[in-house]
């Protein structure tokens, strides 16, 4: 069996109703400080977004804490394992919107999209339908520089060169996508969510999500009916369906 690597990265959000994100800041930085860890938190009034590195028993130890918060216990963390931290210091800001796309209409704390889980995903990629017979679309949501790094099989994409431009391109392209359950994507969920609300209250129909994006479905599945790797923020750059590296990072210290 192979060892498990010591650090342990973290990337988790929750869309959640939040009035004291100045107060919550100084916690966070406190509590993230004095147990070392790396990374950043992203704080607003929809939520929270979240990556983090450290040493596993420290990393628990935060989110038991964070989660002592009845705001935040349903906060779920994608997990993967390094010799050493991604991250060069440790960042804890207030933002206006933890995923920027500009629509204040988009509040996902009052309801989260639909979503399907990984496992059903892969199952309904081998059919290439869902359980109702109707045929499934991969939509990708992330930038094309991402896109670039690896993608689901035959996925839709816009070539986005920032988030807050897909609304406009959700509903250039509305036409294309009826009649196909959509399942939209992103890296670790954040941007999908938001995705699949926006084109529901456009009037799109069968959209949901993926749920945890595709670090969750890698976690879950491995990169069954995924090309390449998925780019992250950190210095790892983009990681391979065993969530490793997909790079020298790991042996280069």
Known sequence: MTPVKPILNISAYLFVSLTDTAALRESIRSQAGARQLKGTVLL????????????????RSFLMWLQTDPRFAALQAKESHTDSVPFKKLLVKVKPEIIRMNHP??????????????????????????????AVVMLDTRNAFEVAHGSFNGAVHWNLSKFSDFPEAALRHAAELQGKTVVSYC???????????????????DVLQLDGGILKYFEDVGSEHYAGECFVFDEREALKGDLSAAGAYDTRR
Do not use: H, Y
């Not at 607003?44 to 990393?59: H, Q, W």
């Not at 990984?118 to 017979?133: F, I, P, V």
């Open 105 to 134: 209409t988009i509040r996902p704390e009052a309801a989260r999209a639909p979503a399907v889980d990984a496992k059903t995903l892969a199952r309904w990629l081998r059919s290439g339908r869902d359980d109702a017979g109707q």
């Open 187 to 205: 890296t670790g969920g954040i941007r999908c969510e938001k995705a699949a609300i926006f084109m529901a209250q456009a009037g799109m129909q």
């Open 44 to 59: 607003a009034e929809e939520g929270i977004n979240l990556f983090l590195a450290g040493p596993a028993e420290a990393v």
